[in-house]
Every structure is written in structure tokens, then in C-alpha cells.
């Protein structure tokens, strides 16, 4: 008996003293892997000034792919269709490069992304939520610049303004465009607005006004949007704020120089304001009905509103949300409220940037870049191209062609202000707009609370 | 090897499964070994502190130092370069926002315990004459299985505006009255919120109170009775004041999860309408705002809290085991 159970103790230990070992080697095979205890960028990316580039600078123009092997990770805010067609731009790169891409799909970047950087474990490539994040991830070391770009090229072939938003700080350019999308558009169900496209926001609103009826409404608005609720709203107030103050203001307002309480910014709450009034269900409905579900009472019968302000992917959520069919609706771009600015367009794009410096990322960049890359995904539908060398006979239907034209025709284009401002401002903007419709009348207090967060996030 | 290994995830949860087990046996053999080697006396001192170690170190690694780490950062910038002082500490108590977040979580720490012990107790007293107790019960319990996420999401729904989506509006448009925004109404809405909680916690403050009830001897509920005591005074006089360490438990259980609400708030409002509380500000100023030294502090503020709460709590359970 005692014989037996020493033989037990001995296996026993025997089976323990292998599974320590297990656990050695396995914990010693991760602290090999870059620890990313710091801030510090992860230490597997080799110095990436002397790997040698894997495509020739060509941003946009002609592009030499050169045969650089391995793989490359991607993480994306795609997935589902757009993941098909991201993977189809890519594979003629895979071909010629010899390299795979490894692609992941995720719906929420910025936190994936937050704690990668603070794990150590990041894609090679990544899509980044805006430009506000990148530059805060570029001041923590995580991204690295993308001076392998030809950036005179790159910027010749995009629309003015974006280019320039993808830059850091210092100069250093750190997120490339790829995806274009216009902003501040004004859909109507094609059945109930007979007032064309108007010319100014006071013909707009005129029109508008004279053709309710009954409990009908101008607008329809819903700002709720879970974490980030109030973020259409803060579409709207940018637009106003673009074509009543100008590119100027519009500019100093993004660098936190212009302040919130200052009469430019006031008064596009106000105009902003003036349509909460004019929407249908009140102010409890609009902060509580999510942005997808705002525009269903246009679609309705009788309609509850006759117009819709939103970007241009909105027409899925009138597919899907209120059964409306192509042809159905039709939009006109926000019309001048200052003739002094006239042309000018809010937008807002898809960037790319990179955490590690491999031959394979930045060979992918640049062909991202190209011409040829991004006309693969406009045919295949819902992609607005950033390269101009697009041509428009490639977009299959009317919507993106005219949102492509839009873009390239445009005085002015400036990016989505909220998506420059930093974090922290653009989350407080997100529910100032939530605060306001609910009480139009705190406007004063919501204003200066702006203030507050504004001399604080643009600290660093 | 190990990393193509650990690349495969269900070959990777075999190894756990099978390995932490041998890990931790292999510890113990391990122990009893080295113990074996010292005279009885000394290996009767030793043995303990040996296995314990484990546990120490874990306690360590996953509790002590993350404190110690947040109350440090809670005093830096935010890059943690530079010691600021107490500026995150002001900040905290001189913003707005941050002070409705505290407000909100007063709130929460007087109505929660108030209402799940309350309503609990009611619930046990009654169901504990009732023929179904094991049915009544059950329903009440039900609410328990579900997360705090989960439980914010249906009540979404419940409080929705549209009257065919939610089901409060839908009462209310039956009866002919105007539906109402519940969650954006202030400061109802805080209350509305608290309802979640209490619909989740009940459950676990009335099993609890029932079986405290079970516990106390008929003969002396009869004996009042005998007495001349009527029902009222039964309650009053005999069963509250043997509850009344049970209740306390309770209390101070859900007062610590009022303290660290932070589920239902964030899926339903997330802190709009001024119904932030202070776990949820946290979390935004670390993943949205980017400031770890101000969410630091947030929360060495709610820890402060809670240890107070937590003291109260082990004495009580310290009484209790003497008494035993």
C-alpha cells in the first residue's frame, strides 16, 4: 500500500515537474514577444528606417510592386460586404507582392486599437477612427509616420484639405485616405418635396415651411447613437458652422482657437436650433430615436417630415430602416447660408495608418494609394473614391457618382470637424448636442462648458 | 512550438484545463516535499506560509500592486512623467459634470439598498405564508441569472418612447395618456435607472432574508403570539430585530454595488440626461479622453468610498463567525 502511494507521489511529481516546464516555456516565448509595459512602441517591428522600402514612393501615380514576400496584418472597420471588397482591392497587391494579408474586421477600432497599444499586440496596418486618435497615438509612440509617401503626389491627386488632416503635428504624415464620404447632404423622399434644390438655406427653409401640412415637420432628426449619442448633431452644426462663419472660423474652431462661446459658434447652435423647432416629435423624441431610425417618418404615410440631413451612407438605413427603394429618394447638397462661402463641403474620410514599419506595410500603402487600387472597389459599389485619377464613368450607380463629383468640384472641403478636434472635446461636443436639443435654453451654460473642456483637451 | 500552440485557441484551452491543475498539484507535492526536508517544529511553522504563497502572490500581482500602481498615477499627468499633486483631485471636485456624477451616485447608494432590502424583506415575509412560495420566489430570483448589460438592454426597451416598441408607453397609450420620455426626464430619470438595479437585486436580498427567516424558531413567534402580541408587533418586535444582521449584510452588499454601478448607466444613457454616475466617468475619461491620471483618481475616490462600506461589512461577518 505505502509502496503504491510513494509510486503515485513520484509520477505525480514527475507529471507537475513537466508542466512547470510547460509553463516556463510558454511564459519565456511570450516575454520574447514585444512587451508593451510602456508607452513605448512594440519592440518586434524592426528599425524600420533600415528595412528597405517594398514599393517604390508612387503614391498614386505608378506604382512598382516589387516582390516582397511574408505577410502583412490589416484590422479595418470593415466587415461583411465591405470586407469582400477591401479583400478584392487587395488581391492583385497580394499577387505581385508575393505577400498575404492577414485582415480583421472590427466595429469598434478605437478600443481594439487603445488596448493594443497598451498590450504591445497591434496589426501592422490599421484603419483609424479619425485623426484626432492618430495624433494622440503618434505622441505615444505607437504610429509611425508614412515618410516613405510621396506626399507631393498624394496630395495632388486628393481633394484640397485632406491630405493636410492626415498629418501630425510636427509635420510628419501619419494617416493616408483612401475612402471618401460627403457630409451635410439633404435627402427627401422624391413623393413629398417638390422644391428642387434650393439655392440658399433661406430659400430652403422658406419653401419648406410653405409646403407642411398639418403635423407634418421640416425636419426629421434622431441624434442617439449609444456611447456616442449626439454625433449627427454635431454634423449639423458643423455644416452650419462652414457656410455661415467660414472656412476661417471653421479652421481656428477644429485648432481650438476659436472659442465655443465666441458669436460664430453661438449662432450656429442657434440656426441648428431653430431646426430642432421645426422637427418632428419634439426634443424627447430626437434624443431618444437612433440615427439609422430618424428619417423613417419621411418614408411614412403621410410623411412626418419632408427632409433629412445626413452623409451619404445614410441611404442603406433608408433601405433597411424604412423600406424605402432606390429611386425612392433623392438629396441636394446643404445650400450656402452666406453667399460670401459658397461651395464649401464638410467630409470626412477612411484613414490608414501603421504601427510596424515592414517592408510588406509599406508597400501595401502605397498601393493603396493608387488609382488602380481604389477603382476596384468603386465598381464594386459604396466606395467614393479620394484619387482623383478615378474617373466617374466607373461608379455604377447615380448616388456615389454625384457624391464623387461633389467632392472634386467642390471650393472647399473640410474634414469633419469633430473627428480633428481631440478626444476628450469631441466626446463633450457629442453631448453638448444631446444637452441642447433637450433644453435649447441652457445654450449659454452648454457653451461655456465647451469652453472649459476646450482650454483643457488642447493641453496635451 | 509554444506559439503555434497557443495560436491554436482550443488546443491552447486544453493545455490550461489540463496544465493549471497539474501546475497547482505539482505545487503542493512540491511543497510537502521541501517541508519533509526541516524538523517537525520548524516544518509546522513553515508549512502554511508555504501554502499560502500561491494565493499571496496572486493577491499580489493582481490586487496589491494595480492599487498601489493607480493610487501613484492618480498623482501624475497625464502622460505619467510628472507629479502634479493633487490637480486631478481638484479637477474632480471642481467640474460640473463630475459633481452631477457624484450626486447621482448619492442617489444611487441611499435608493438602491433602500429598495432591494425593503421590497426584499416584504417579498420574504409574505411569500413565507403563501401555499406556491417555491413559484413566487422563483420569479422573483429569475431577474439574478441575468447581467447587469443584458438587463439594461431590455429595459431599453421597456422605457422606449415609441409606444409600439415600449412597453410602459404602450400601458400608457391603452389608458389615453401621452408617452413619456423616462429615461430623459430629469431627475426622474435616475430613478428609472436605479428600477433596473432593483429589478436585478431583489432577488438576492429576499433568498437571502427568507432563509434568515427559516432560521428563527417557531416556538418563539408563538410564544409572542400567546402573549397577545398581534402580527404587526410580531414583525416589529421579534423578527426585524433577529434580521436586523442579515439586513445589515445586505445593506452593505448592495450599497457597494451602488458605489460601482456602472453597466446599467452606461448601455442605457450613457451618463446623458445627467445621469452619470462616478465608475462610468471613469471609464470615459480613461478610453475616450485619453486622461489615465484624472481616471486614477476617479477611482482612488470611489475605492475611499468603499472601504468604509467594506469594513462595516467584515466586522459584521467577524461578529457573526464569533457568535458561532
Not at chain 1, 364 to 373: D, F, G, P, Q, R
Given at each position: 500500500m505505502a509502496n503504491r502511494t510513494s509510486r503515485w507521489v513520484r509520477l505525480w511529481a514527475l507529471l507537475a515537474v513537466a508542466a512547470i516546464?510547460?509553463?516556463?516555456?510558454?511564459?519565456?516565448?511570450?516575454?520574447?514577444?514585444?512587451?508593451?509595459?510602456?508607452?513605448?512602441?512594440?519592440?518586434?517591428?524592426?528599425?524600420?528606417?533600415?528595412a528597405a522600402p517594398g514599393g517604390s514612393p508612387a503614391a498614386g501615380g505608378e506604382f512598382n510592386c516589387e516582390n516582397v514576400g511574408g505577410e502583412v496584418s490589416v484590422v479595418g472597420s470593415w466587415t461583411g460586404a465591405e470586407q469582400d471588397s477591401f479583400l478584392a482591392m487587395v488581391a492583385p497587391w497580394e499577387e505581385c507582392s508575393g505577400a498575404t494579408v492577414n485582415y480583421t474586421g472590427s466595429r469598434d477600432l478605437a478600443a481594439q486599437l487603445t488596448t493594443g497599444i497598451a498590450s504591445g499586440t497591434l496589426p501592422d496596418?490599421?484603419?483609424?477612427?479619425?485623426?484626432?486618435?492618430?495624433?494622440?497615438?503618434y505622441d505615444q509612440g505607437a504610429l509611425k509616420p508614412l515618410s516613405f509617401v510621396d506626399f507631393a503626389t498624394y496630395e495632388a491627386n486628393t481633394p484640397p484639405g485632406f491630405a493636410a488632416a492626415g498629418k501630425a503635428s510636427d509635420g510628419q504624415l501619419l494617416g493616408i485616405f483612401t475612402k471618401a464620404a460627403v457630409k451635410g447632404l439633404i435627402y427627401y423622399n422624391k413623393a413629398n418635396w417638390q422644391g428642387g434644390d434650393p439655392a440658399t438655406w433661406e430659400e430652403l427653409n422658406t419653401?419648406?415651411?410653405?409646403?407642411?401640412?398639418?403635423?407634418?415637420?421640416?425636419?426629421?432628426?434622431?441624434?442617439?447613437?449609444?456611447?456616442?449619442?449626439?454625433?449627427?448633431?454635431?454634423?449639423?452644426?458643423?455644416?452650419?458652422?462652414?457656410?455661415?462663419?467660414?472656412?476661417?472660423?471653421?479652421?481656428?474652431?477644429?485648432?481650438?482657437?476659436?472659442?465655443?462661446?465666441?458669436?460664430?459658434i453661438k449662432a450656429a447652435f442657434e440656426t441648428f436650433g431653430d431646426a430642432v423647432a421645426n422637427a418632428f416629435g419634439g426634443s424627447n423624441y430626437i434624443v431618444t430615436t437612433n440615427f439609422g431610425r430618424a428619417a423613417n417618418p419621411m418614408f411614412e404615410d403621410p410623411a412626418g417630415c419632408l427632409l433629412h440631413h445626413q452623409a451619404s451612407f445614410i441611404t442603406d438605413f433608408f433601405k433597411n430602416e424604412a423600406g424605402a427603394q432606390d429611386g425612392d429618394f433623392d438629396f441636394f447638397v446643404m445650400p450656402d447660408i452666406n453667399p460670401e462661402f459658397s461651395g464649401a463641403i464638410t467630409t470626412a474620410g477612411d484613414l490608414f495608418g501603421m504601427f510596424n514599419d515592414t517592408p510588406q506595410a509599406q508597400s501595401?500603402?502605397?498601393?493603396?494609394?493608387?488609382?488602380?487600387?481604389?477603382?476596384i472597389w468603386v465598381e464594386r459599389g459604396g466606395f467614393i473614391s479620394m484619387n482623383k485619377n478615378v474617373p466617374a464613368d466607373?461608379?455604377?450607380d447615380d448616388t456615389s457618382r454625384r457624391s464623387a463629383e461633389i467632392l472634386a468640384g467642390a471650393s472647399s472641403a473640410k474634414f469633419d470637424a469633430s473627428d480633428l478636434m481631440p478626444n476628450a472635446m469631441n466626446q463633450a461636443f457629442f453631448e453638448a448636442i444631446v444637452a441642447f436639443v433637450q433644453n435649447p435654453g441652457d445654450i449659454d451654460s452648454i457653451l461655456s462648458n465647451l469652453d472649459n473642456v476646450q482650454a483643457d483637451a488642447y493641453g496635451g | 512550438m509554444f506559439d503555434a500552440i497557443l495560436e491554436n485557441r482550443l488546443l491552447a484551452a486544453i493545455l490550461v484545463v489540463i496544465a493549471v491543475p497539474i501546475v497547482l498539484v505539482g505545487y503542493i507535492y512540491l511543497v510537502e516535499f521541501v517541508?519533509?526536508?526541516?524538523?517537525?517544529?520548524?516544518?509546522?511553522?513553515?508549512?502554511?506560509?508555504?501554502?499560502?504563497a500561491p494565493a499571496l502572490v496572486f493577491l499580489g500581482v493582481f490586487l496589491v500592486y494595480p492599487t498601489i500602481a493607480t493610487v501613484i498615477r492618480s498623482f501624475q499627468n497625464r502622460r505619467g512623467d510628472q507629479f502634479v499633486g493633487l490637480e486631478n483631485y481638484q479637477w474632480f471636485f471642481t467640474q460640473n459634470d463630475t459633481l452631477i456624477a457624484l450626486r447621482n451616485n448619492v442617489i444611487w447608494v441611499i435608493f438602491l439598498p433602500l429598495l432591494v432590502v425593503g421590497i426584499g424583506l416584504l417579498v420574504a415575509v409574505l411569500v413565507d405564508r403563501v401555499r406556491f412560495e417555491g413559484a413566487a420566489k422563483t420569479v422573483i430570483f429569475l431577474p439574478m441569472a441575468i447581467s447587469f448589460v443584458a438587463a439594461g438592454v431590455i429595459w431599453r426597451f421597456m422605457y422606449e418612447l415609441d409606444p409600439k416598441v415600449g412597453t410602459l408607453n404602450a400601458t400608457l397609450n391603452a389608458v389615453g395618456a401621452e408617452p413619456r420620455a423616462w429615461l430623459v426626464e430629469q431627475p426622474q430619470n435616475n430613478f428609472f435607472l436605479i428600477i433596473v438595479g432593483v429589478w436585478l437585486l431583489t432577488g438576492f436580498a429576499m433568498v437571502i432574508l427568507s432563509a434568515g427567516l427559516k432560521g428563527i424558531s417557531t416556538e418563539l413567534l408563538e410564544a409572542a403570539r400567546v402573549d397577545g402580541a398581534n402580527e404587526w408587533q410580531v414583525f416589529r418586535r421579534i423578527v426585524f430585530p433577529l434580521l436586523l444582521p442579515t439586513i445589515a449584510v445586505i445593506g452593505t452588499t448592495i450599497i457597494i454595488y451602488a458605489l460601482k454601478t456602472f453597466d446599467v448607466v452606461y448601455t442605457m444613457t450613457n451618463g446623458n440626461f445627467n445621469t452619470d454616475v462616478i465608475a462610468n466617468s471613469m471609464y470615459q475619461m480613461l478610453f475616450n479622453n485619453g486622461q489615465p491620471g484624472r481616471s486614477a483618481a476617479i477611482a482612488v475616490?470611489?475605492?475611499?468610498?468603499?472601504?468604509?462600506?467594506?469594513?462595516?461589512?467584515?466586522?459584521?461577518?467577524?461578529?457573526?463567525?464569533?457568535?458561532?
Open positions: 516546464a510547460v509553463a516556463a516555456c510558454s511564459s519565456g516565448g511570450e516575454s520574447a514577444a514585444p512587451g508593451g509595459e510602456s508607452a513605448a512602441p512594440p519592440a518586434s517591428a524592426p528599425a524600420g528606417e533600415s496596418v490599421a484603419g483609424l477612427p479619425g485623426p484626432g486618435l492618430m495624433k494622440e497615438w419653401t419648406a415651411r410653405g409646403a407642411v401640412s398639418g403635423d407634418q415637420k421640416q425636419w426629421c432628426i434622431g441624434v442617439e447613437s449609444g456611447a456616442a449619442s449626439g454625433w449627427p448633431g454635431t454634423d449639423w452644426v458643423e455644416d452650419i458652422v462652414l457656410r455661415q462663419a467660414g472656412p476661417d472660423v471653421y479652421d481656428a474652431w477644429v485648432a481650438g482657437e476659436q472659442k465655443w462661446t465666441s458669436p460664430e501595401l500603402i502605397n498601393y493603396l494609394l493608387t488609382a488602380e487600387a481604389q477603382q466607373v461608379y455604377p | 517541508v519533509g526536508l526541516f524538523r517537525r517544529t520548524t516544518a509546522g511553522r513553515i508549512r502554511p506560509w508555504l501554502w499560502l475616490i470611489l475605492f475611499v468610498a468603499i472601504v468604509p462600506v467594506m469594513i462595516v461589512n467584515i466586522r459584521r461577518f467577524q461578529e457573526q463567525e464569533a457568535v458561532r
